[in-house]
């Protein structure tokens, strides 16, 4: 076996062993949450360090945009300050404190209606089914990477295989060692990550400057702008549809969560602002993302005994950056599908809740392992699937932030009907499936349609605004009676 596969097998078994040192959940509470504030956000910005929607995203945008792809991790890190102010200024005490945003205003909107509401267990399957295609996706593109380290063969079967070992190791340590065997993991992530942005540097530092290959943004000076638009609202309102963060901030207690949240916006703010200056780097050497990993398997392949050192270095920590997306999503899937989607047996016990909670995380990872094998034999351009699968979850952001605005005086939250929620779901699947269609059409419609997205959340966001504050209380008794 050679040195650099074997060090990825040990880097693999390296990691479960880790996760799995420590012990077991007795519960479904202490599966999905728990931990310090410090795990929490060294957690949550560990997530935030990726390779597919992450660092190659941001890498090639800076070449294509330039200076102008700074914009990204300034909203990025806004976003997670805006959403610092949310928790601490306007959301209720009582909301802070529930198992998660969403479960807590469906409780809201229930005793504002005077009946059931589909608000949370909707909202909730359409994130959850939408970060189980975001998973199978970064598995599928940062495969693609990692894998030149390990073999120069240009056979599609090393990167399934790469795939899939990733994929199944995740799967065990998740499931079974729940939110603190990925906390215990994060440690181990984050200074490999490290090296590994070293080593990219070194790569792009290195290389000698040759005319540009990477071509001119296309279209026009307006449609570069609405792109750029469109990345930077994207960039912030993830934060608030992000059942991550919703995971973690319920993990760490109402007190501590406007610290969470503006030490992870700071943090990520920082790393994804490295990737994109590595771009701009690269740019003036006129190398691409390819020539990039092409200069780090000649490390990792190379005889030298300090090159292979180095190169195995940066191999294991882009499989940890890898690693630190995957683990975090199933977690919060787990959580946001047991807390708002299924119903409680009480007479069942602990443990009982706690199987079907794993069954639960198998079923998100079979989705995922689908859209996983899906992308491997249909090889598509990472970048326009990445822009159709997200598309169309922007648009419950406003309504997320509405909601929140709304629990503040909860009578008003009436305006939140199942018809409201329905339409909302409607707007996803539509430009959902709209963007399927335009994959194999016309890819850069996706933009547009993202942007759609956001805009119609927004513009229902804001009417729904407007009728609660003219909501008269005869017509709030018609409503809750």
């Known amino acids: 076996m050679p040195v650099n596969v074997a060090a990825f097998v040990l880097l693999l078994v390296t990691f479960a062993a880790v996760a799995l040192s420590g012990a077991r959940p007795t519960s479904v509470a202490t599966l999905v949450g728990g931990g310090s504030l410090r795990a929490n956000a060294i957690s949550l910005i560990a997530t935030d360090i990726t390779l597919g929607t992450g660092l190659v995203y941001l890498f090639a945008g ?18 997670y300050f805006l959403q610092a102010v949310y928790v601490d200024r306007i959301l ?90 990925t906390h215990r993991t994060d440690f181990l992530q984050v200074p490999l990550a490290a090296f590994a942005v070293l080593g990219i540097a070194w790569v792009v530092l290195r290389s000698p400057a ?25 960039a912030i309102a993830t934060q608030f549809y992000s059942i991550i963060n919703w995971n973690t901030a319920a993990s760490v207690g109402a007190r501590n969560q406007r610290a969470l949240f503006r030490t992870v916006g700071i943090g990520s703010g920082t790393v994804l602002f490295v990737f994109v200056l590595l771009g701009l780097a690269a740019k003036t050497r006129g190398m691409d993302f390819g020539g990039v990993v092409n200069g780090l ?64 995380g198998a079923a998100v990872f079979s989705t995922s392992f689908v859209v996983l094998v899906a992308l491997n034999y249909l090889r598509p351009d990472p970048f326009y699937v990445l822009l159709s699968m997200v598309a169309g979850i922007g648009a419950f952001a406003p309504l997320i932030i509405l909601a929140g605005l709304l629990s503040r005086r909860p009578e008003r939250l009436a305006v939140i009907s199942n018809t409201v929620v329905w339409s909302y779901v409607t707007v996803f699947l539509v430009v959902g499936f709209a963007n399927a269609i335009a994959l194999k059409i016309a890819p850069h419609a996706s933009t547009a349609l993202s942007l759609a997205a956001m805009i119609m959340g927004s513009l229902g966001a804001a009417t729904l605004w407007g009728r609660a504050q003219h909501l008269p209380s005869d017509v709030y008794a018609s409503i809750v009676g």
């Open 62 to 79: 800076a070449q294509q945009n330039g200076w102008l792809f700074v914009l990204i991790p300034i909203c990025t890190a806004g976003g």
């Open 92 to 181: 209720p005490g009582r909301l802070k404190s529930a198992p998660n945003l969403l479960s807590g205003l469906n409780t809201d909107i229930e005793n504002a209606t005077g009946r059931s509401t589909a608000f949370a267990r909707s909202v909730s399957l359409c994130l959850v089914a939408t970060f189980a295609l975001v998973l199978g996706f970064e598995i599928f593109a940062s495969s693609s990477i990692i894998t030149p380290l390990l073999t120069t063969s240009t056979d599609t079967g090393p990167q399934v295989a790469v795939s899939l070992g990733v994929f199944i190791v995740t799967v065990l340590y998740a499931l079974i060692g729940g939110i603190r065997a």
């Open 210 to 234: 040759v005319p540009t290959t990477s071509p001119p943004p296309s279209g026009t000076p307006f449609s570069l702008g609405v792109n750029i638009l469109t990345a930077c609202l994207a």
């Open 297 to 360: 398997a000649v490390i990792v392949h190379s005889p030298g005994i300090p090159e292979r050192i180095a190169g195995l270095t940066v191999l294991c920590g882009m499989a940890a950056i890898l690693f630190t997306t995957t683990d975090a999503l199933v977690i919060a899937a787990v959580h946001f599908v047991v807390q708002n989607v299924l119903p409680p047996i009480p007479e069942h016990s602990e443990r009982q809740e706690l199987r079907r909670a794993r069954k639960v």
